[in-house]
């Protein structure tokens, strides 16, 4: 199970943090994400972090967003900083354990407007 937090309404050059904490807590998870899902538009990957060593982003959001996991523990954050209209979705927090289960989060709305 997944539970986010941390969406918002914010204006455009603003900051949001977004968390996500997957249980049980003695999952294993190796590999963990960020999506996220425009009106009218597909889900596209935004972030991820491998254990909690290799991040990547999507170029859109490199410089601007910031993936992080503490090692060891089931949850990650995003920070994103000078948040751009184009920015606004809803954004998912996806697992994947290293014995092969995935999950998805329900989806926390992140709406960037003056």
């Known amino acids: 199970q997944l539970v986010e937090s941390g969406g918002g309404l914010v204006q455009p050059g603003g900051s949001l943090r977004l968390s996500c904490v997957a249980s049980?807590?003695?999952?294993?998870?190796?590999?963990m994400a960020w999506y996220r899902q425009a009106p009218g538009k597909g889900r596209e990957f935004v972030a991820s972090?491998?254990?909690?060593?290799?991040?990547t982003y999507v170029d859109s959001v490199k410089g601007r967003f910031t993936i992080s996991r503490i090692n060891g523990e089931n949850t990650v954050s995003l920070q994103m900083n000078s948040l751009r209209p184009e920015d606004t979705a809803i954004y998912f927090c996806?697992?994947?354990?290293?014995?092969?289960?995935?999950?998805w989060g329900q989806g926390t709305q992140v709406t960037v407007s003056s």
């Open positions: 049980p807590r003695n999952l294993d998870i190796y590999y």
């Open positions: 972090v491998v254990n909690a060593d290799f991040a």
């Open positions: 996806y697992i994947q354990a290293t014995e092969g289960r995935t999950a």
